[in-house]
């Protein structure tokens, strides 16, 4: 993978490459699987292109379903993956974790502004057969439809108005099923997303020595960069106490937002498990949160990045919402159990009841 930032290693970094494009490896990730066979692309090997305009670690995880769907699809296509107005988690803590689906990664493209210097970064992206636009402004993405060299041109804009393919039946407010949509009216056919993170050996070794067979897990995730989005820190450890008198151990996931909250469980619950945290480095490992979210029989978190990680993982998930609305932002866990604020009263998070997350902890857990 090939990766870039900025505007001047952009024309480098998109120079088309004239030989047709290795067959990656057949992965089970990666294969078509039985079932109906998507459509061909216009060009076969000439690649696909995806743009987004801001990516966060919650937008690099839940886009992973995305990528899992387009190689199960088109498993012979090299992808370029472009954000437009910010840097992305697949440059940095989820470099890894792409590297086997993702040719080229550039960011910040920026395609918007200026103008005409936009203009020409724009031209300067390959020719592809398939471009996937994530950004809903109207008037974006009809500059690049005008100006990308796309056989096929996707858009998730209210009434998929710039689409070669327009999705049949009504627009979903979920961004991840949008983007399904989007794909499935290329492809003809209901398409796979599920996929598996690969891990290396040696974070896979650590979490089982830190969470060995014969116990069942229960984490939790109690921060997040937006105070609002926060359920009060007393409710956790009062729910870690229930965890712990459930014959469970429960398994704290915390990054380095989160150092702040990392005396205080200590002290209140000394026998839980903090993966990866210490007194001065709490946490932020992502690796290590994949491979640890995957031992947990379910979890509970916020609409956080953190959530959207476990999802992918393959983690049951309780997820509280507050003043952010889940139609837009669940993640795609399944099993899953949403609690939302609104449901009680008003958009405070913290009117979310302690009970009501026992009860779908207890119902994950079976």
């Not at 109207?138 to 689409?163: E, H, K, S, W």
């Not at 490992?285 to 393959?314: I, K, P, W, Y």
Request: aromatic content about 6%; charged content about 20%; some cysteine.
């Amino acid at each position: 993978m090939q990766t870039g930032g900025g505007a001047g290693s952009f024309a480098r970094a998109m120079r088309h490459d004239s030989a047709p494009p290795s067959q990656p490896d057949q992965n089970p990730d990666q294969s078509p699987g039985p079932g109906p066979r998507p459509r061909p692309l216009p060009h076969p090997g000439r690649g696909i292109v995806v743009i987004s305009e801001r990516e966060s670690l919650g937008d690099g995880f839940y886009k992973l379903h995305l990528i899992w769907a387009l190689k199960r699809a088109y498993p012979a296509e090299k992808i370029t993956w472009v954000v437009s107005e910010s840097d992305t988690p697949y440059r940095g803590v989820m470099a890894r974790i792409v590297a086997p689906y993702l040719d080229r990664v550039i960011a910040p493209a920026r395609l918007r502004r200026p103008w005409l210097a936009a203009v020409r970064r724009l031209h300067a992206l390959p020719p592809c057969s398939l471009a996937i636009d994530n950004r809903s402004n109207n008037g974006v993405v009809l500059a690049t439809r005008l100006l990308l060299r796309a056989d096929l041109y996707q858009a998730a804009t209210p009434g998929y108005l710039f689409c070669s393919r327009r999705p049949s039946g009504w627009r979903s407010p979920h961004k991840l099923t949008r983007l399904m949509k989007l794909l499935e009216a290329v492809a003809g056919c209901p398409i796979d997303n599920r996929g598996e993170i690969a891990l290396p050996d040696a974070v896979i070794a650590a979490v089982v020595a830190l969470m060995p067979e014969g116990r069942r897990y229960v984490g939790l995730a109690p921060g997040s960069t937006n105070p609002a989005r926060i359920w009060p820190l007393d409710n956790y450890i009062a729910l870690a106490r229930w965890i712990v008198s459930r014959g469970w151990q429960p398994v704290f996931l915390l990054g380095p937002f989160e150092r702040k909250m990392l005396a205080p469980l200590r002290k209140a619950l000394p026998d839980a498990l903090y993966p990866g945290c210490s007194e001065t480095d709490p946490g932020g490992n992502v690796e290590l949160s994949v491979a640890v979210s995957r031992r947990l029989g379910a979890a509970v978190g916020h609409d956080t990045g953190t959530s959207h990680l476990m999802a992918a993982a393959g983690t049951p998930l309780v997820t509280l919402f507050g003043p952010s609305d889940s139609r837009i932002w669940a993640p795609n866990a399944k099993p899953a159990v949403i609690l939302r604020a609104r449901d009680y009263g008003g958009r405070e998070i913290e009117r979310i009841p302690l009970a009501a997350v026992k009860d779908a902890v207890a119902q994950l857990m079976g």
